[in-house]
């Protein structure tokens, strides 16, 4: 039969992930979380499951390297998770082309980085964690992205001032705490009706916070 969903989780596994796995032309689904003896990089064939495949996750091991371009290839992505790596650069432009992603993690790879408001995020995410890395620069406003709920950019090195600019339908929670902020906290964060939680310290340069 045609292979449709892997699941590899806490097991053990080393060695380097396979470009043979892009020829399982029929995966919708591939996860790959808890091989801390599994390194290497990103197979840049996972470009060619392009026509069904939904999931990507590998995370929680010691996958090195650059995020490839050729990941937005992966058109019908809806959950991406490449977190708890040890992955370096930056996110690539490509990824404007998952216009059907819903959760985007980068979490805690700790040497990502860039130009935050450089970074091309779909639209359509309403999880985004980007936290523990070291982007840098200013957080734009954020009110395009209607679906969004979550945004955890936490421990990195962003500037300027505490974002406050979201859609307020669906918005719940930021996680922003540990940046290089400026300036007040901003009271227009009390507008969004429908935020939960907001984990926001250690801001050596911002006012009326602790």
């Known amino acids: 039969g045609n292979v449709t969903g892997i699941y590899l989780g806490y097991n053990g596994m080393v060695g380097t992930l396979p470009a043979s796995l892009g020829y399982l032309t029929h995966l919708q ?70 216009t059907a992603l819903k959760k985007l993690h980068l979490n805690e790879n700790y040497n990502l980085d860039g130009d935050f408001s450089l970074v091309w995020l779909p639209l359509s995410l309403d999880t985004v964690s980007l936290g523990y890395n070291k982007f840098t620069g ?47 906290f901003p009271p227009e964060l009390g507008n969004l009706t429908n935020l939960d939680t907001v984990s926001a310290y250690n801001f050596p340069h911002v006012t009326g916070t602790t």
């Open 29 to 98: 689904s591939l996860t790959i979380t808890g091989s801390s003896k599994l390194n290497g990089t990103i197979p840049v064939s996972l470009a060619y499951l392009n026509r069904t495949f939904t999931r990507l996750e590998l995370s929680y091991s010691k996958i090195s390297g650059t995020i490839p371009p050729e990941v937005g290839a992966l058109t019908k992505l809806t959950y991406l998770t490449l977190a708890s790596n040890i992955l370096v650069g930056t996110v690539p432009g490509t990824f404007s082309a998952l």
């Open 138 to 184: 200013s957080v734009p406003p954020m009110d395009a992205y209607t679906f969004l709920e979550s945004l955890q950019i936490d421990h990195n090195l962003l500037s300027g001032s505490i974002p406050y600019r979201f859609a307020p339908t669906n918005f719940r929670h930021l996680s922003i705490s540990a940046n290089e902020f400026t300036g007040s």
